[in-house]
């Protein structure tokens, strides 16, 4: 009985709520309201207000009784702040979103027909390095918490005045090296924003074990791997980080990944002129991938300022994809969004476009 009531308490502890409040589920939210000397319901009322109505200051929720309200009005729900917005012409939108702690991330909103997708980030910076994108470059300064991934979702929701149908953990930032978090965040955007596992996509250049650990998790979630290159020695060169952790492995963990999921997974590789383009590295990355239940996205270069990288011309691009066609690789060219306003993949970075 006591050792009981001991596992009973341990386990409260372990789950209690620590503001701010996004990304809590209605369970949590519930214990908390209670803590707080409030009836059950209210913590069904706190869900939706935060969830679905996207308050930002508890004072504001006008169902709870007005003497509660100031006393918590101080209690963080977790929302960033605007600190700039641009729309790039093919109406992707960028968001520099100012953190309770005064770091920037930025999120980008990205319409297309009746979807809108969100691209967010998962950490302020990323430690990565790699060569071609400028995220890297600035540096990594902490992993974001799940309220605050969250929160970026909400912000492009609140903006577009349209409900988010897709996310894609594409932003700043390594979600890998942030696991912890990003899965929080998957669940609350799964089970308290409402949107579906398998609208959600996270993408990694591949740390060693995290694949696998992602796996047993079992998510209905799409893993997309940021290849970029079809042999270890070209991706070393592209991605400081792949030197300790060589392509077999990654493709063995990639592997493990389908079949613990069922789920396929996506390749993506970045276009460079004269570096990863020639049809020869077309061919040798669908031996590779032969037989791989898998999607190869590819994705011309982005230019940024400090590396002279060059996109390819669109008949290379055209020649790699043929060949990865005419080798039965399922593949597709996805140009990205918001390239006129810093807001494309490999662009992010906390600035400005002016500064
Ligand atoms: N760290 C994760 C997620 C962020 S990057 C990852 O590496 O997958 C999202 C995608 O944009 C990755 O595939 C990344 O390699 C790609 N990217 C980075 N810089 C780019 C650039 N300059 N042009 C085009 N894509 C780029």
Redesign the pocket.
């Known amino acids: 009985m006591s050792a009981m009531s001991q596992v009973n308490s341990s386990t409260l502890e372990k789950t209690e709520l620590i503001p701010p409040l996004l990304g809590a589920t209605m369970a949590e939210l519930t214990a908390w309201v209670q803590q707080q000397g409030q009836p059950a319901y209210r913590g069904k009322q706190l869900h939706e207000w935060i969830y679905q109505k996207g308050v930002r200051s508890l004072a504001d929720i006008s169902v709870f009784p007005k003497n509660w309200r100031t006393e918590v009005a101080e209690i963080p729900i977790g929302r960033s702040t605007l600190h700039y917005r641009s729309v790039a012409p093919d109406s992707a939108v960028k968001y520099l979103l100012q953190l309770a702690d005064g770091q920037i991330v930025e999120t980008v909103g990205i319409p297309t027909d009746k979807r809108l997708t969100v691209c967010v980030s998962t950490q302020v910076g990323?430690p990565?390095a790699?060569d071609?994108?400028?995220t890297g470059k600035g540096g990594y300064k902490r992993n974001l918490t799940r309220a605050e991934i969250v929160d970026q979702v909400l912000t492009v929701q609140e903006d577009f005045q349209q409900r988010v149908s897709h996310v894609v953990?594409?932003?700043m930032?390594?979600?890998l090296l942030n696991t912890e978090n990003v899965l929080g965040a998957i669940k609350s955007l799964n089970q308290d924003v409402g949107i579906g596992q398998r609208s959600l996509t996270v993408?990694?250049?591949g740390i060693r074990d995290r694949i696998r650990e992602l796996a047993e998790h079992r998510l209905q979630i799409t893993l997309?791997v940021?290849l970029?290159a079809p042999n270890q020695a070209l991706r070393e060169q592209l991605i400081p980080s792949a030197r300790p952790y060589p392509l077999e492995d990654l493709l063995t963990e990639c592997r493990e990944y389908v079949e613990i999921t069922g789920r396929r997974v996506s390749f993506?590789y970045?276009l460079l002129a004269g570096v990863n383009d020639l049809p020869e590295h077309a061919l040798q990355l669908a031996k590779r991938l032969r037989g791989f239940q898998s999607h190869v996205n590819l994705?011309p270069?982005?230019p940024?300022e400090e590396v002279d990288y060059k996109r390819p011309k669109s008949d290379r691009i055209q020649a790699f994809l043929t060949v990865l066609q005419q080798q039965k690789i399922a593949v597709s060219v996805r140009y990205?969004r918001g390239l006129e306003a810093d807001a494309?993949?490999?662009?992010l970075r906390t600035s400005k476009k002016s500064e």
């Open positions: 990323c990565m790699c071609f994108c400028a953990f594409m932003g930032g390594e979600p993408s990694t250049v997309a940021s970029h993506e970045i994705i270069y982005n940024i990205s494309a993949c490999g662009q």
